[in-house]
């Protein structure tokens, strides 16, 4: 008896809730996000569907939308400008490697699936895309555990060109598109690995240089994590918390980027400022603060694209050599591979 007048106190409070978001003259940004708070799931959803806004989502991400909907609003009323993307182009990448069911320690992955998502930082739509397979040259005969787990075929790496020259295509389609600008595009990968482990590896064995475009990136699981205050999950479950399906192949690299081009893209809806938040300094994987991200996306936002022009040309070589692949190759081939064994894509 008592949990049946729980349950109807509960709903009553909820429908008085309504009356307070009908004029927002009457109430402070705070205290909407204190009422959000304390709302049921199901109250959220009947809000955010008579607002027009999506109600998809665990409740976690329900949260933020609504109170990034009445910031929104709120701005509008007092003429407040709010805080857009430091980019404008976001450039989803995601690997698929050599691998084996069970990796020793002096296994060595390389990259057999190249792909990238370019994204308007403003709408979140998808506006081109990259995609290569890359021949292997240290294990040119995929695993049955491979060709399974990413549905890449050997004829798919056979009929491929190696990956130095899938690099210089990928290097060709940032510069036609001006995507080496600091201001213009920011990388996005699903978790560390991609840009730290095995691109730097991937140099290391063919021989090039590490990329200064991949020297910092978007952690996704982080921002992910920390902008819905939820535990930085898999792909799967991320989509699963918006509302989402994976639509494709799991670990086919394409699909996989597709996919998080999605997440993003609702993050980007939902009010997410997306910022680069790790760097790989001297072959290390290191955490990018806040007060570094500060002094970081100033400069972005002082530079004119001259200033960035000049900058780069000054720069290129210093940068360049910070991880010349010969170093990468004495440095880091031996940990790399160790610490590799078991990790898949």
């Not at 003259?25 to 806004?53: T, Y």
């Not at 995609?131 to 009929?159: A, K, M, W």
């Amino acid at each position: 008896m008592s949990s049946t007048r729980s349950s109807r106190k509960s709903r009553k409070d909820d429908d008085e809730l309504f009356p307070y978001f009908e004029s927002l003259d009457d109430l402070s940004l705070s205290r909407i996000n204190g009422e959000i708070n304390k709302m049921h799931k199901n109250v959220m959803v009947q809000l955010l569907k008579k607002n027009g806004l999506n109600p998809k989502g665990v409740k976690e991400v329900l949260n933020r939308r609504l109170k990034n909907f009445y910031r929104k609003q709120r701005a509008h009323l007092e003429s407040v400008p709010l805080r857009s993307q430091y980019y404008e182009h976001f450039v989803v990448i995601d690997f698929e490697a050599t691998c084996e069911k069970i990796n020793g320690p002096q296994y060595v992955h390389e990259i057999i699936e190249f792909p990238a998502i370019l994204i308007d930082a403003d709408t979140g739509n998808v506006i081109d895309q990259f995609h290569s397979y890359c021949r292997p040259t240290l294990n040119p005969i995929l695993s049955e555990f491979c060709v399974s787990l990413t549905g890449i075929s050997q004829n798919d790496v056979d009929t491929a060109p190696e990956f130095p020259r899938v690099f210089e295509r990928f290097e060709r389609w940032l510069k036609d598109r001006n995507l080496h600008s600091k201001k213009n595009a920011a990388f996005v990968t699903d978790g560390p690995w991609d840009f730290s482990r095995f691109l730097n590896l991937q140099c290391a064995v063919s021989d090039i240089g590490y990329p200064k475009w991949a020297k910092r990136w978007v952690n996704l699981k982080k921002v992910f994590g920390n902008f819905y205050k939820i535990n930085r999950p898999k792909l799967e479950v991320m989509l699963s918390n918006l509302g989402f399906k994976f639509q494709g192949r799991l670990h086919c690299g394409l699909d996989d980027a597709k996919n998080i081009a999605k997440i993003v893209a609702r993050m980007i809806e939902d009010g997410c400022v997306i910022q680069v938040n790790e760097r790989l300094n001297d072959g290390r994987l290191e955490s990018i603060t806040e007060r570094e991200r500060e002094k970081m996306y100033r400069h972005i936002a002082l530079a004119s694209p001259a200033d960035d022009a000049v900058s780069r040309n000054q720069d290129s070589d210093k940068e360049n050599a910070v991880l010349p692949a010969q170093d990468v190759r004495d440095k880091e081939i031996a940990c790399l591979t160790g610490s590799l064994s078991g990790c898949i894509l």
